[in-house]
């Protein structure tokens, strides 16, 4: 494969396979480098009710439909090709995996978002998930506990009880839940779940093969226990930007900083989705991000080397 | 779906692993971890072909699970010889993924 492209773009999400479309569409030459598999967070996702066009669409399902048009476009993608060095302060950058160099005369970085994992040491991995789609069916008749109080962990506990869970109890930190009130009532209305504020949870102990948790109570210290057979942990993400760090301008978070039109600090770097600073991370943003980095993306290439504007 | 692999049930699953040296992976179809972890044995095939690669689908297949104490997905276990010598669940990259292997 030729590995020089006009635009490289690294992170397989929907931002960038949406900046893909849009550069392929523009008869330049470009290559998504995906750590995983194509789709990101969205896999992860059982239902995508706000997507315009779907009125309700599984996240797997929808990521596949979009890598299918990319792929009509006959863009390049590497699957589990991890980006481990960036040279993005020259004029064309590199970008190297653990098996091939690319590259680009345009970078696009939409590297997404990775789970937070439970800050807590425990020899109880086995039941500690991330994932519901994956092994909430292992919990059928079962009681759980989930760890977080925002959309996820409420969307994630419905779909739990869907599954046949018995029953959750709802950890959240903060002293307030930030999920969606609607769905904060929906949740509480099954009767079966229980949400706990200013909690989390100090230790787990394995007894007779269930989860012996002990919850404290962030502002008075007091303790209670509540034996569990699973944890699904839902408490955000970090942005998956460990391997620019000193390449590319981050804030204090990690996330990359562009102005209006996804430029970075860096001429010819674009930066698009999750990864970026901004309020609001929806499927429809990160498009719209992934959108505008690939026009800018194009017109910088145009301009830098055809002399031609878009 | 990986191409080259051996779907297992509860009866084959038995003698599969005791004539074959080989990596079988509890998964379940609509799981994104097992979608990269299959993505990652596809490449781990490209460099060694001769790998015998086994999946178990959980969904149809709770007493394999149970068999194997699996409580999540993707899970590989390595038998050789018969026997189940090395395990781990989630994700790997194919170097991780070989050296787990060869390693076991």
Known sequence: MDSDFDVVIVGGGIAGMTAAIYVARANLTTIILEKGVCGGLANWTNTVDNFPSYQSVHGMDLMQKIKDHVESLNVGIEEIAEVNHLELDVPDKIIKTTESTYRGKSIILATGRVPIPLPLETDWQDHTHYCSICDGSLYKGKDLVVVGGGNSGFDESLYLLSLGVKSIVLVEEMDTCSADQTIQEKALATRKITCRTNTRIREICQQEGRGNITLENTKSRSTERTMADGIFVFIGQSPNTKFMEGRVKLDSFGYIITDEFMHTDIPGVFAAGDVIVKRYRQLTTAMSDGTIAALEAIRYVREKYDGRDL | ?104
């Open chain 2, 1 to 104: 779906m990986l191409d080259k692999m051996n779907i297992l049930s509860t009866e084959t699953f038995k003698t599969y692993t005791d004539t074959n040296d080989c990596l079988v992976v509890f998964f379940k179809d609509l799981c994104p971890n097992c979608k990269v972890l299959m993505k990652v044995l596809e490449k781990c095939l490209v460099q060694h072909s001769e790998l015998n690669i086994a999946g178990v689908n959980t969904e149809g297949n709770p007493d394999l699970m149970e068999a194997s104490d699996v409580s999540k997905v993707p899970t590989v276990i390595v038998y050789k010889k018969g026997k189940p010598v090395a395990r781990k669940s989630g994700i790997m990259n194919p170097t991780e993924m070989m050296a787990f292997y060869f390693n076991a």
